[in-house]
């Protein structure tokens, strides 16, 4: 029996893609939750943070649209280099921008949201293209095993040179290292085969499939419980990290916490890319579901450290049960047959508005939540029932009939 499993299901390009992903997560690790931490220090203001991450929804929201076309009707491979150079640019202009940056947070994430939609289409489309049924929970669970391992490497160093070095110096060096690792990651790009792409974008098409459920229309579900995923995102990408530092004051202590929750989210990665089985994935994603809004209850006794730890660390352990096979069954949909396999990229890009949208509500109700009640006890009221949205996922994904056989 292999350790990682059947490892030569993956070809070259999936390798080189999982590559592309594993410096995007160093990255992003280094640099994606000290970017909150840094805007915080210098304007302690949780309504900026939200405009932040509302102004990245949506311009990522936008974005997929115009990617999208561009994948369909150019080539996939270019739209995830535009995408990797934008984030490079992204850190690069925080850089530029220095403490001025609070005063920018909305162009700030405009950028950000640019950078991330092509990104993130590209490479949803090169997934769909170099995976296939029979190796997609495998490719998922390297993909997620590999952001584990830059998870607990690159949050530790952040946070170790964040405290050892004049503060704001110390966030120089990490976005300066993130800056380098985004430009690693487009000279990898360099490495993946051309995949030009013709045909007419029939975005409108498939979204009207989103609003009319029907006897075979699958997507209809799908996109109910992509949007119930987002809500869920939304929130949780940002706040549960950067409430523990504000809880500690300590940049070395939120690393080590993301660095635990990392290790593991690397173990559960680990698991389930090893070991799950296609008859399994209705069953995983219920436990998964339960498990990440059990693991946020502590919070009705105390929000503190401690239970905010407790929340981090088991969502981290319990993600992967619930994602894994969620985001393989969600693909299998589009691949369902030779026509909605044709139309992968507007498929891909309704996945992502759908995602959006459940986060842009998750952050406008953050924002209207902060202006009324902005302290950490009062946000607790609003942190557990968020930590249960997901439940609609389940209940959404499971009118879709599931793959039983590998």
């Not at 390297?142 to 490497?153: K, P, Q, R, V, Y």
């Amino acid at each position: 029996m292999r350790l990682f499993g059947d490892t030569d299901r993956l070809d070259r390009s999936a390798w080189l893609l999982l590559l592309i992903s594993g410096l995007f997560a160093i990255s992003t690790a280094l640099s994606n939750t000290f970017v909150n931490v840094y805007f915080w220090k210098i304007k302690n203001d949780f309504g900026m943070i939200g405009q932040f991450h509302l102004a990245n929804y949506l311009m990522m929201a936008v974005t997929f649209i115009f990617a999208g076309r561009l994948a369909k009707q150019v080539d996939r491979v270019i739209a995830i280099r535009i995408g990797v150079v934008l984030l490079a640019a992204f850190y690069l202009s925080v850089l530029l921008m220095g403490k001025d940056a609070v005063n920018h947070v909305l162009l700030l994430g405009s950028f950000l949201g640019i950078g991330s939609g092509f990104f993130w289409l590209s490479f949803n489309v090169l997934y769909f293209e170099i995976t296939e049924k029979y190796n997609r929970d495998i490719f998922n669970g390297f993909s997620g095993l590999f952001t584990s391992i830059a998870g607990i490497i690159a949050p530790l160093i952040s946070g170790w040179v964040i405290t050892h070095i004049d503060h704001f110096t110390g966030y120089r060096i990490i976005f300066s290292l993130s800056l380098l690792v985004f430009l690693a990651a487009v000279a990898v790009s360099f490495m993946l085969q051309r995949r030009s792409a013709n045909g007419h974008y029939q975005l409108s098409e498939i979204l009207k499939l989103c609003r009319k459920p029907g006897k075979g229309n699958h997507w209809f579900w799908v996109n109910l419980a992509m949007i119930a995923q987002g809500m869920r995102e939304g929130l949780f990408a940002f706040l549960i990290s950067l409430l523990i530092y504000v809880a500690t004051r300590d940049e070395f202590a939120l690393g080590s916490y993301l660095t635990v929750s990392s290790l593991s989210g690397l173990i559960a990665y680990f698991i389930v890319g090893r070991y799950m089985r296609i008859s399994w994935r209705d069953e995983s994603i219920l436990v998964g579901t339960m498990m990440l809004g059990i693991v946020a209850l502590p919070l009705v006794w105390h929000i503190e450290a401690w239970t905010l730890v407790i929340l981090g660390v088991g969502s981290a352990l319990f993600y992967p049960i619930y994602m894994v096979p969620l985001t393989s069954a969600v693909f299998d949909v589009i691949g369902e047959s030779q026509e909605t396999a044709e139309l992968r990229v507007e498929y891909v890009v309704a996945r992502e508005l759908a995602l959006n949208i459940g986060r842009i509500f998750a952050v406008l109700v953050f924002l209207w939540w902060v202006t009324r009640m902005p302290t950490m006890i009062q946000l607790r009221w609003l942190i557990i029932p968020f930590s249960f949205v997901q439940v609609i996922t389940w209940v959404m994904i499971r009118k879709v009939p599931l793959l039983e056989q590998e």
